[in-house]
């Protein structure tokens, strides 16, 4: 096992309360000050037992995104049943005239 | 003891017993037991008599009713149920009703299996304890102080508690071997891409396999057997041929090279680690050789593991925004909606798994973490093809101890996750992985040994899982 | 068009990325039909609808289609990955799109605009589409709704983005541009290009810089849904950012949208996280990477493009086209006429009349086009090519033609033309050159300025009765005779 040498990554910097707050927006979650306090020191230390990887030199490795080794999966251009409208739309929260149903849209910001 | 799923079948496919009368006794016992348990988060006892009749009815009709006629299944929250619903214990998706059956299911059914219910475990998946669920946790049946392990803990308890004969879970990190080990049942995780995970909600979708947990060896092979097989519904289904899985669990272990990784012995709770060095012996005395092999890299598999899982968790969860189905918290512009939703219908680890993967993936962070993590992976399967140069199968511990106690680790997210680091590595490498029960420690809880083995390597794998479980203390009329 | 789309001083620098619609049956990940306008959330399944344990998998015809645009383009068809980019909004069932990054399966290339200018092609990659969402009460749009409604039939419809180097540097080219990329999608079979119903849909990025200078910075455009807006658009843009900067300010990267009513383009609140798309390979998918056969197969499949169809007109008229009959080339294979053209001139029908006649006229009745009868049409222009027959007699007859076909003379007959005499044309042209020696003359030394004098004359000794065209090329014939 190879250890340090030229691939070997800084060690990222502690994750603070800005950051837990700025990801929990890009997530669409809201915390409150106490959980706000409680995911920093909890998601903190996690990532500092990770951290250990910055000390691995694997930059001549390929990064494994996937466990095989597939290629070129495709299914024929033929269709395939459909769901009922009735039945998809009696689970959603709200719905009208065939279509699911959401409060106003204030920006076209995705 | 009760008889083992394959028995059942037999005797239904026989007409000697009725599907009826075999689902009754289920549905009967879980009645009577579940209470104290909570395995199950909804029993289909209606479903599941209509369902059993029709069994009944092929039997009488002289059709083939199928390799599991009869037998009573439990299935994780976690797989499509048509109808039925299907919450993977989230307040997020409580209620849900999919319109479709996950591909296993249909399998299950098509093969004569007759669903009772759905099982608790920790929300969507993550957790080691099934204490991460919205309807509260699930006790472990052989003390009911200490946790069933997780995230399949309640199908893994349906089946040590007796409820059903059989059960399937979903393993991503070990969710199927470690609440096996814990609950002293067989629990298997197959090659990626054996199984499909079409109707099985994902919680990190390069890891995720469905697999099945019993009371024996030969019943998970069976079970197996059934699932197993491709799926054009799922791009990562293999078209390998099925192997004979079930004759293999008879087959031995003579001349097999077995390595007993030195990593999962010598980390792990010293009555664990003795358990495991009894069954490495009792698998040179079975006829194989055994020996010590370490790989190194595995001491890094947990770290890429709780960097990737929920890199892709954070993308798989983002859907839960109440606008299709499920929880809808009101709020006066979608924008807010979607924010009031998830944060009140996630729970505590989900939420931490969301922003430790949403933050692994963000601008900046990417190459430091989720890159890192993936040549990490590499570095883990690199370990794994030198270990598999030399031997067929490899031994260790499923978990570093026996079951801890509700509450143990509750407050410390990085010590629960310290639980899967056994399991790990075969996940993240793709390869089948077994828990086979293998005597108690001291106070009497199960330890699981954990057998595994190349891509595709079932067959070797059921043969060291039914040599394994041959050779258990109390097998075959011992101290049981 | 004008040429001139940027504001005094300023160069205007333009990059496309247009969005287009495969025409496919079924959807790029699932097996719901592919149609436009069917009721809302009739064409939706699990997969479509982001339903939790649903899976994708890829359509074989999507990624066919793929590399015809990519072959069409010239770009290098290379091994891919999908993608995941994070989309939060209602619109998109599973909140990330699945698209390609930084391994999109065409890479590079070039389109040739009609005039020659070739505008450089940075890649072309498969994405799919989002859903539908109507703004209900208030306003009626956004911001100003009550409620969003949505529906999911076109969620997960196959799309190429076609993203284009900043080469474009005028709003007429821009749409030069659209226009040609059109009529290749449309050649290819990869995509109907209706701007219309959506099919076709362009992100313009606009900056400005002073002749010379670095790019400026730019901003983008989302969403132009028609040629009109699209020039508009860039036009307005390229001004507002020349007065920002004239102004001594700086302009932001920034979205942009455009209204169209008001004729303006006006930012999309941006957010800070706005960027952050959180890239990573589509776990639920495997790579693409076609092989040397398969991508020869597709190359194979190609009807002949749009520039090979006009070099193909430009060969049979022959010498340098002049402008007039390069926009005639262009108009004739966009609207698919070069087949009755080049039908029409091997049955003996002069080149330069077959072009004009039906660049205009045939060109304006497309619906009956298609049964126009080739023997016919080359027949008529035979005859106008002749003198026998004025440029208005002959259009009057193609517009008969078009209706209910027939034989060309018969219906000039019935129409009451009488064909002018040959040779009483002859004469009367043979008499008009004795009355102005002086004009004949200067005519023949090379002067054609006095070529329009000479056909009036003949056109008023003959009451308007003989052809321009066919008295042009008499005395045409006249003097070359005489040189
Ligand atoms: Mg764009
Ligand atoms: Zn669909």
Request: aromatic share 6%.
């Amino acid at each position: 096992m190879t250890a340090g040498g030229a691939g070997r990554a800084s060690r990222p910097p502690a994750i603070g309360p800005e950051q837990v707050r700025h990801v929990a927006r890009l997530a669409r979650l809201e915390l409150g000050d106490e959980e706000l306090s409680r995911f920093t020191s909890q998601l903190a230390s996690v990532l500092d037992y990770a951290a250990e990887l910055a000390e691995l030199d694997v930059e001549e490795l390929e990064p494994m995104s996937h466990p095989l080794p597939l290629r070129n999966v495709l299914r024929e251009d033929e269709p395939s049943p459909q769901v009922e409208r009735d039945e998809v739309l009696a689970e959603a929260p709200a719905a009208e005239s065939g279509r699911f149903r959401v409060p106003r849209i204030l920006s076209e910001e995705r | 003891m009760s008889p083992s799923a394959l028995e059942l079948a037999g005797a239904v496919r026989s007409g000697e017993r009725s599907a009826r009368e075999v689902v009754e006794g289920s549905l009967r016992a879980i009645a009577g037991g579940d209470h104290a348990i909570h395995a199950f988060l909804e029993v289909l006892a209606d479903r599941a008599l209509a369902d059993a009749d029709r069994v009944d009815a092929a039997v009488a009709a002289g059709s083939d009713p199928g390799a599991l006629a009869g037998v009573p299944v439990a299935l994780k929250d976690n797989l499509c149920t048509r109808g039925v619903p299907t919450t993977c214990s989230s307040r997020i998706l409580a209620g849900w009703r999919p319109p479709y059956d996950a591909t296993v299911v249909e399998r299950l059914r098509a093969a004569g299996a007759v669903i009772v219910g759905k099982t608790n475990m920790d929300e969507f998946a993550m957790g080691s304890s099934t204490e991460n669920s919205c309807s509260g946790p699930s006790r472990n049946p052989h003390d009911h102080g200490r946790v069933p392990g997780g995230s399949s803990g309640g199908s893994a308890a349906a089946v040590a508690a007796g409820f059903v004969p059989l059960s399937l879970g979903s393993d991503t990190g070990g969710s199927i071997r470690q609440p096996a080990a814990f609950c002293g049942v067989v629990g298997m995780k197959p090659t990626y891409g054996l199984v499909s995970r079409y109707g099985l909600v994902a919680f990190a979708s390069s890891l995720d396999q469905v697999g099945p947990l019993g009371a024996t060896v030969a019943d998970v092979a069976a079970t197996f057997e059934v699932i197993a097989g491709h799926d054009a519904r799922d791009s990562t289904s293999l078209r390998a041929p099925a192997p004979d899985i079930l004759a293999s669990v008879g087959e031995g272990v003579v001349g097999k090279r077995i390595g007993l990784v030195t990593e999962l012995v010598d980390g792990v709770d010293h009555e664990v680690a003795a358990r495991v060095r009894e069954a490495a012996e009792a698998m040179t005395a079975a006829g194989a050789s055994v020996e010590e092999v370490s790989i190194p890299q595995f001491r890094y598999g947990l770290a890429a593991y709780y960097l990737i899982a929920p890199a892709e968790a954070s993308s798989n969860l983002a859907r839960f925004d109440g606008v299709r189905y499920g929880l809808r918290v009101e709020a006066p512009d979608v924008a807010a909606m979607n924010v009031a939703t998830r944060t009140a219908g996630f729970g505590a680890e989900v939420k931490r798994r969301i922003m430790l993967g949403t933050y692994a993936l963000s601008a900046g962070y990417y190459d430091a973490y989720y890159a890192r993590a993936q040549r990490v992976r590499t570095l883990v399967s690199d370990g794994f093809a030198y270990a598999y140069a030399k031997f067929d199968a490899l031994l260790g511990a499923t978990t570093p101890t026996t079951a801890f106690a509700l509450g143990e680790h509750t407050e410390d997210p990085l010590s629960m996750y310290l639980s899967d680091t056994c399991t790990v590595p075969a996940s993240l490498a793709g390869h089948p992985a077994i828990s086979v029960p293998f005597g108690t420690d001291r106070a009497g809880l199960p330890v699981g040994i954990q057998a595994m083995a190349p891509a595709l390597g079932e067959a070797t794998l059921f043969a060291l899982a039914g040599a394994l479980e041959r050779a258990a203390p109390g097998a075959a009329g011992g101290d049981r | 068009m004008s040429e001139t789309s940027a504001p005094a001083g300023w160069e205007l620098v333009v990059g496309l990325e247009v969005h287009c619609e495969l025409a496919t049956r079924t959807k790029l990940f699932c097996g719901c039909p592919n149609a436009f306008g069917a009721e809302p959330n009739t064409n939706v399944c699990p997969v479509c609808l982001g339903l939790p344990g649903s899976l994708p998998v890829l359509n074989r015809r999507a990624v066919e289609l793929a590399m015809r645009i990519g072959a069409a383009l010239h770009a290098e068809i290379a091994p891919s990955v999908f993608h995941r980019k994070y989309y939060f909004y209602p619109d998109m069932p599973k909140d990330f799109q699945i698209s390609q990054y930084d391994a999109p399966i065409n890479r590079g290339g070039r389109l040739e605009l009609p005039d020659g200018l070739v505008v450089g092609i940075e890649r072309a990659h498969l994405v799919e589409d989002t859903g539908k969402t109507t703004h209900v009460g208030g306003t009626g749009r956004i911001g100003g709704a009550d409620y969003a409604l949505v529906d999911y039939n076109r969620a997960g419809v196959p799309l190429v983005e076609i993203v284009s180097a900043p080469d474009i540097r005028s709003a007429a080219q821009a749409r030069a541009y659209a226009g040609e990329l059109r009529a290749i999608l449309v050649a290819t079979g990869s995509s109907d290009g209706r701007m219309e119903e959506g099919s076709m849909r362009v992100d313009a990025n606009v900056s400005v810089r002073r002749p010379g200078a670095p790019f400026g910075t730019r901003c983008e455009i989302k969403n132009l849904n028609s040629m009109r807006s699209l020039g508009r658009a860039i036009e307005f843009e390229a001004a507002r950012q020349a007065e920002v900067l004239e102004g001594g300010g700086t302009v932001t990267q920034q979205t942009r949208h455009w209204d169209e009513d008001r004729g303006v383009t006006l930012p999309m609140r941006s957010k800070e996280e706005a960027d952050d798309y959180r890239y990573f390979p589509e776990p639920d998918l495997v790579p693409l990477a076609p092989d040397g056969r398969w991508q020869a197969e597709v190359a194979a499949s190609i009807e002949p493009l749009p520039a090979e169809r006009r070099a193909a007109l430009h060969r049979l008229v022959g010498g340098e086209p002049t402008p007039a009959q390069a926009d005639q080339v262009r108009s004739v294979v966009a609207s698919d006429l070069d087949t009755l053209v080049v039908a029409a001139c091997e049955r003996g029908a002069p080149a330069p009349l077959a072009l004009v006649r039906a660049a205009n006229e045939v060109a304006a009745d497309l619906t009956r086009a298609p049964d126009l009868d080739p023997d016919a049409f080359a027949k008529l222009l035979m005859l106008e090519g002749s003198g026998e027959l004025s440029a208005s007699q002959s259009k009057a007859v193609l517009a008969e033609l078009l209706v209910g076909g027939g034989d060309p003379a018969e219906v000039a007959r019935r129409l009451g033309f009488e064909p002018m005499d040959r040779g009483a044309l002859d004469e009367v042209i043979a008499q008009v050159i004795a009355e102005h020696p002086e004009d004949w003359a200067r005519f023949v030394a090379g002067e054609d300025k006095l070529k329009g004098p000479l056909i009036g004359a003949v056109r008023r000794a003959t009451d308007n009765q003989a052809d321009p065209a066919a008295v042009a090329r008499h005395l045409d014939g006249l003097r070359a005779a005489r040189a």
